[in-house]
Structures are given as C-alpha cells and as structure tokens.
C-alpha cells in the first residue's frame, strides 16, 4: 500500500513518461494562449469576431482555470491601454514604467490596474455577468488555478505540479511581459501608429499571433492581426477553421487600401480612405517623401544618408516623439541644418493635424489645399506622394 502511494505520488494517475509530459505541457499552455488571444483579446475585448457559445464558454473556463484572470478585468485593463497607451495612465507602457518593470514584472503592473474599480466599470462593459461570472469565475479568481493544480498532480505526480508551475508563469511572461513590453520596445513596424507598438516577428506561432503587435494597434478591432503577405497568424488560422463548421462568426478586418487612378481632386471617398488608413498614410509618408529627401539632401551636401544616426532618422517618422530632450534637440539641429527635409517635415505635421481635425467638410478643403500646395512644392519626392495621396480609396473586405 505505502508503494502503491510512493508510485502515484511520483507518476500520477497515468504513470507516463516525458514525452507525455511535454506534449501535454505544449497543449495546455497553447490552449491558454488561444484563451487570451481569442476570447480574452478579439472577442470580449475588441469585438472582432464572435464564437459560437460552446466556444466561447470553453475558453472563457480555461482561462479561469489556467490563469485566474477575470475576463472584465482582462477587458478593462487592456481598452485602457489601448485609449491612454504611452500615457502616465496605461497600465503598463514601457515608455512610462521602463522596459525591465513591464517585462519582469508586468504581472503586479496587472493587478495594481485592476484594483481601479472606476476604471472597471468604464472600461469593462459589455462582459459576461452571468451565474457562473458572479458567483464561480469572478467570485473565486484562484480556484482555477488550483483545480488545475489539482488535476495535474493527479494525472503526473510531483511532475503534474511542475506542469503547472510553468503553466501559471506562461501568460504572465509571454503576455503581461513579453508582449506588453519587448512589444512596445523592439521590433520592424509596418505602420506609423500613434504608439511605440512592434511586430516581435512577422510568423506568428508562439503567442498566438500576439507577434503582430503593431498591425493590432493600427487596427484594433480587426480579427485577424497579419496584414502583409508574409506574415502569418495562427490565432486568424484558428478563427478561420471555426467559421468554416460554423463555431465562429468574423465582425470585422482591417480594410485595405485601394489607389484608384486619376482623380484629380480628393472627394469624400479619399478623406475615408486617408483617416482609415491613417497610419498607413504616415507610413507612405516617412518612406517615400522624408527618408529620399533626406538621403537626396547628404547626397548634395556630399555626404551619406548614415551621417544621422539611425534613430534620428527613424524618429523623423513621428516628429521625434519618443526620443528625450537632448535627442530631441539633436532631431531639430538635422532638420534646421537641411532646408528641404525642414518643408517636408513641416508638411508631415500638417497632415498629421489634419486628420486630427473635426468636421468632414473643413477636413476635405484642408486636404485639398495640403495636396495642392503639396504638387507645388517643387519636391519631386512630395508631390508624387500627394498624387497618390488623392487617389486613396478603402477597398472592399474579402476576409
């Protein structure tokens, strides 16, 4: 009898061995990741697509069960982010806090947002309160966990408690840290967001999707977070193989851009494409107007593009937003010094105030008179952008 209790506290129920182990490690924590992307993320909290029910309780349990997180607060948490991000009041900005705080400690930056009851209610509406929310999931955050504890050690012994050890740092590190942070601090951008969000890389296995971390902050809403050819988004794959039984209903993608030719002068149908397609729009911009103008200025001044450091050239994309006091200065002392990467500049922060403005019909005749004095700039590199600029149009969604 006492060995019969030394095996089952050693190997469990099953008494398998590592490969066991670790296809069921890999399992369950993909399946929470898949929680938080799917459920926690695109459905409750962006209303990109919606699940069928069944699906949709399934991870609403297993993120209680793995995680212990309340989805309202989950919700919360991130619309806040997502309505004050870079600000003293997001949640957990690296910009604010420091790269080392988010990544190593995004979890307590996670809790102490919780805490904000006002900002719960505010930004939290819309979420399941139900029996089951009010008096089990929301009631009782940390029984989750503890069943799943429970469960583990039956299956796997003194192995099932180290599965879950890894299971409770799984999200806390690769979505509180890793996303929250090194996803605000290092990557490739595919557009100029109003934010310092990245794509960690453009296949996104690992973290759901969560990968694309940019392409989400540009387009918020939008169910499926890859926007390039190459990229790849396995929580869109799932989302995909759930529509195609009927599991998953899609609400929105992010639109695409369309270019239509010659139109000769921007209508109403422009001012949409130019204010949905905002950050694509600024993306253009540093690309094709500020980044050859400025590599045309060294090339003059007999010099090369690489005489300004790297991340001034990149902070002309935003105006130097980011960058401290002295960088900053650095930034103006380049431009003040290159008189047509000034005109250029100058254009770039009309055009950003611009779609900042209210009133459909004081925007387009600001964007009329910003094209035109655009095409008579004498800057090649500006007015062929301008051109192009006018022919914006949103095109029809295939997702």
Not at 108 to 126: C, N, V
Not at 204 to 212: N, R
């Amino acid at each position: 009898m006492f060995n019969a209790l030394l095996d089952f506290a050693a190997r469990g129920l099953t008494g398998a061995g590592w490969v066991t182990w670790l296809v069921y490690g890999l399992i369950v924590t993909q399946l929470t990741i898949f929680a938080v992307t799917l459920y926690l993320h695109r459905s409750q909290t962006h209303r990109g697509v919606d699940f069928h029910p069944v699906i949709a309780h399934f991870l609403r349990f297993w993120s209680w069960l793995t995680t212990g997180m309340v989805t309202k607060e989950w919700v919360a948490i991130h619309r806040k982010h997502h309505a004050l991000v870079e600000t003293k009041d997001d949640p957990h900005s690296p910009q604010i806090y420091g790269i080392k705080k988010v990544f190593w400690d995004g979890v307590s930056l996670y809790r102490e947002a919780s805490k904000i009851s006002a900002d719960m209610e505010k930004y939290g509406r819309g979420t399941p309160d139900d029996w089951l929310e009010r008096h089990v999931y929301g009631a009782h955050p940390y029984a989750g966990p503890t069943l799943m504890a429970i469960i583990n050690i039956a299956l796997f012994g003194a192995v099932g408690l180290a599965i879950w050890a890894i299971q409770m740092i799984w999200i806390p590190f690769w979505a509180a840290g890793f996303v929250n942070g090194i996803g605000h601090w290092w990557g490739y951008r595919n557009f100029e967001s109003s934010d310092t969000a990245t794509n960690l890389i453009p296949w996104g296995f690992w973290i759901g999707g969560e990968e694309l971390h940019n392409n989400h902050h540009a387009f918020p809403s939008s169910a499926k977070f890859a926007l390039r050819k190459w990229e790849f988004d396995i929580g869109w794959a799932v989302i995909c193989g759930l529509r195609a039984v009927g599991l998953a209903k899609v609400l929105r993608v992010a639109p695409s851009l369309d270019v239509r030719p010659n139109v000769h002068l921007p209508d109403a149908d422009t001012l949409k494409a130019v204010l949905t397609h905002r950050f694509q729009a600024m993306t253009d911009y540093y690309r094709q107007v500020i980044v050859p103008t400025l590599r045309e200025e060294a090339a003059h001044a007999g010099d090369s593009i690489k005489a300004v450091p790297k991340r001034l050239r990149r902070a002309l994309a935003d105006g130097g937003r980011w960058l401290d006091r002295d960088k900053r200065a650095q930034l103006e002392a380049v431009v003040e010094h290159r008189p047509r990467l000034r005109v250029v500049c100058d254009y770039r922060a009309r055009l950003m105030a611009l779609m900042e403005q209210r009133g459909a019909d004081a925007a387009l005749k600001g964007l009329q008179q910003w094209i035109r004095e655009a095409e008579q700039s004498g800057i090649r590199a500006l007015q062929d952008f301008a051109q192009r600029l006018k022919g914006y149009s949103v095109a029809a969604s295939h997702a």
